[in-house]
């Protein structure tokens, strides 16, 4: 899927929304910026107290890939030693991996947290990984948390093979849901068709239809002629819909309801 390429389309009765189909991979320049301004809202939303960063000494018998990997279970082990030791009962987290110049990985995490001794965790990262370098501070506000997640990952997450870019624990977002996993709830279809944007933009126009608003070229809302619908053209490329099909899109090389 190209995200220059693929658009899709939601329809109520009156109104037409035009949206890019956004591939979300942090390589693509289309979706790059975007992940990263979710990932700094993501930071706020657990209005975290505590900053932690955790290191990875050089070693020349592992690679970048397996220190990464031994990051995650030593900050696992911390959370589940910190427990057992009367430290915090549970600490709900953001956890960012960060690539060095020199291609090897740090752990940022961001938690809610009672105080917990430097010294305790330089011991427990030098006894599960040989790294005793450890840094903890306070985050003073949402804006701090935002700025502490834009100042390392500002090329975006590092990647390392068999570890996620960044993940948080299940109980770290303090906000109310939001709108985008139900953001097509209220449509009556929506369709992905093989087209650019700036192609059934030009289709809509042509058959009469007025945009009522814009969003910096990315998203375009579209109010109906007086007479007439959607024009037939756009849904030869249809390959993907779900919700009531509206125009016949059996018969026109989509699937309802499903990805083929």
């Known amino acids: 899927m190209d995200c220059t390429l693929d658009t899709i389309l939601v329809q109520t009765d009156s109104k ?6 956004q591939c979300k991979r942090w390589s693509c320049e289309d979706c790059f910026q975007t992940r990263l301004r979710r990932l700094r809202l993501e930071a706020a939303d657990g209005l975290p107290n505590t900053f932690l960063t955790l290191t990875s000494r050089f070693r020349s018998d592992i690679t ?23 430290y915090a009962d549970k600490i709900p987290f953001l956890a960012v991996f960060e690539e060095t110049r020199q291609g ?12 917990i001794p430097k010294r305790w965790l330089s011991e427990r990262m030098a006894e599960y990984t040989d790294s005793p370098i450890v840094d903890i501070g306070r985050i003073k506000s949402r804006k701090h948390a935002t700025w502490y997640v834009a100042k390392y990952v500002s090329k975006g997450p590092g990647r390392f093979e068999g570890c996620k870019r960044y993940w948080r624990s299940h109980d770290y977002s303090l906000a109310a849901a939001r709108a985008a996993p139900g953001e097509y709830k209220n449509w009556d279809a929506v369709w992905c068709v093989q087209w650019t944007q700036e192609g059934i933009r030009e289709s809509l126009a042509m058959a009469g239809w007025q945009p009522e608003a ?4 990315r998203r375009i809302v579209w109010n109906p002629p007086f007479h007439g619908g959607i024009p037939d053209r756009l849904f030869c490329g249809v390959y993907w819909s779900t919700g009531p099909p509206g125009p016949d899109i059996d018969t026109i090389g989509g699937c309802h309801g499903n990805n083929p």
Do not use: M, S, T
Request: aromatic fraction near 12%; charge should be positive.
């Open 104 to 115: 090897w990985p740090h752990l940022h995490i961001l938690c809610r947290a009672p105080f």
């Open 16 to 21: 037409i929304k035009v949206l890019p189909f």
């Open 214 to 217: 814009d969003d910096f070229g």
């Open 64 to 86: 970048p890939d397996e220190a990464a990997r031994d990051l995650v279970r030593a900050w696992r082990n911390i959370r589940q030693r910190a427990a057992r030791e009367g």
